[in-house]
């Protein structure tokens, strides 16, 4: 793509990261290119329209120089919404046509045959492509006329929730290939993480497609603009899954390594690459859900595959642990009270509360938050039955019913968005807030109710202080900074979708002495002897490379 015009999302691509897409697709002049159907959705400043038309060119040369110019008619589909950018591919095109020895005529009917001046989400499109190539636009839905967001939306199912705009081009891009063609984009690929992206990854498991390769390039200088996009190249194909290569690349890498890798990915005897600016192995398969693909090193992937092969996951029924999240209220002004200012309802309607603030020293300290609860364990309280608690909820009244939950709910208007499970409160838990720059679990006694963006872990199997130190080890760090979204500054998120992801093993699985040195390093928050306790649980020396 390109241009610096914010509103249409757009990126220039460097020319040496174009080259190296379009060689992970095989679109090479050795081959024969005039029979090859290739569509770019976005064409910009023509990053990649003026290459492809380069090995194009050089493959007529090649295989069909005596062939009619106007046979070229069905190599190339490209597509832009702003004119000037269509006018200007245009020149390019014929420029180039010309110096390769085209008449002018042919020229000019070629490039106007090539490019269209369009919405490509909107526009009909005639299926059988054998590459869909480019750097689809960053456009936020929050940055889309409500009229155009609804359209898009019709005519990308995948493009739901907060779904940015490229998620439509993959989704579009994907039904206009013909069996065994390809896409390859250069993108944001925070789809494959998060929520949003849940649809197009159901897409591609569902069929007929497959993942033949992801490069992520988050610190490589792949654009002509410093910008936080936090691309990778993936390369799609329609057809059944097979091995898949995948690749980290950091700030040193550019156009040698480039070329490095992609000889690499090329010789399917070599399994794995390591230099200093890029490592690279295959995976002999893609994973088999649409929960968030996990992020790392190759090493890291490999060694979750192995983990997902040998190890149950650590929300399991056969040790009684489970994960949850603690109680969202909608209205925490209301609801939350610290002990100071607790107000005048019956006694048992007021729940000790686990905030954030009691875990920072890393020991349960209460700060004496309680919530004003509506739950009993039958369900949500009649206010009849307490007359003390209907009198603060009632003049409280407008706030607790301009909630959502509160329109939704009709005459249970005084109900928190999320129930209280009450049988919590009989049991100790492991504690862990949601952002944390590293992992960690907190253990709190019966008796307390965890808030909000903390998340609970309890077990029937487990002694928790060894669990604890588990959860403490880089072991399982790792682990949930590969499948979750990350923040700025690399700060992790300790949710329960990732954390029901971990791998581990079952404490009847590792010996006395090791539960033994996790509970001890847990106690004393030591996370270098949880880890060294760990990877002997794991059976391990050390962790994969990062």
Known sequence: MGSVRVEYGEVFTKRWVVDLILDMCDYQPDLDLTRIRVIEPSVGSGAFLGPILDRLLAARAKHADTAPWLTLRTCIRAWDLQAEHVEASKHLLVTRLLQAGCPASHAKSLAGSWLRAG????????????????????????????????????????????????????????????????????????????????????????????????????????????????????????????????????????????????????????????????????????????????????????????????????????????????????????????????????????????????????????????????????????????????????????????????????????????????????RPMLVMEDMKAEAHPVLVPAGYYPHHNLYYVISDGWDLQALGGLLLSKVIERQVAAYCVKMRGGTLRFQAQYLRRVRCPRPDAIAPDILAALAAAFRARDRVAATHAALRAYGMTSLPAS
């Open 119 to 426: 919405d490509f989400l909107l526009a009909e499109h005639r299926p059988g492509a054998d590459l869909v190539v480019g750097n689809p636009p960053y456009i936020r839905i929050e940055d889309l006329p409500a009229r155009l967001l609804t359209a898009y939306r019709a005519a990308c199912p995948a493009m739901g929730g907060r779904a940015d705009v490229f998620v439509g081009f993959y989704e579009h891009g994907l039904d206009l290939l013909a069996p065994g063609g390809r896409l390859a984009f250069i993108c944001a690929d925070r789809w494959m993480r998060n929520a949003y992206g849940r649809r197009l990854r159901r897409k591609i498991l569902d069929g007929p497609y497959s993942v033949d390769a992801v490069l992520t390039m988050h610190d490589a200088a792949a654009f002509d603009a410093d910008v936080s996009a936090y691309p990778a190249i993936t390369v799609l194909r329609r057809g059944g899954q097979e091995t898949v290569v995948t690749g980290l690349a950091n700030e040193k890498f550019g156009p040698e390594d480039a070329e490095q890798f992609s000889l690499w990915a090329a010789d399917k005897q070599t399994k794995s690459l390591d230099r200093p600016s890029v490592t690279a192995a295959r995976l002999p398969h893609w994973h088999k859900h649409d929960d968030s693909w996990p992020e790392g090193s190759p090493q890291t992937l490999a060694w979750l595959e192995q983990l997902a092969e040998e190890l149950p996951v650590l929300e399991d029924p056969a040790t009684g642990t489970r994960i949850g999240i603690g109680v969202a209220t909608g209205a925490d002004a209301v609801y939350v009270r610290p002990q100071q200012d607790l107000p005048a309802v019956e006694a048992d309607r007021l729940l000790p509360l686990i905030m954030a603030a009691d875990l920072k020293s890393g020991e349960f300290r209460w700060t004496g938050r309680h919530l004003v609860s509506p739950w009993e364990p039958g369900g949500l309280i009649d206010l009849g039955s307490c007359p003390k608690l209907a009198a603060y909820y009632k003049a409280h009244g407008a706030a607790l019913r301009s909630r959502n939950v509160a329109r939704r709910s009709g005459d249970r208007w005084y109900r928190t968005i999320d129930r209280v499970n009450h049988s919590l409160l009989n």
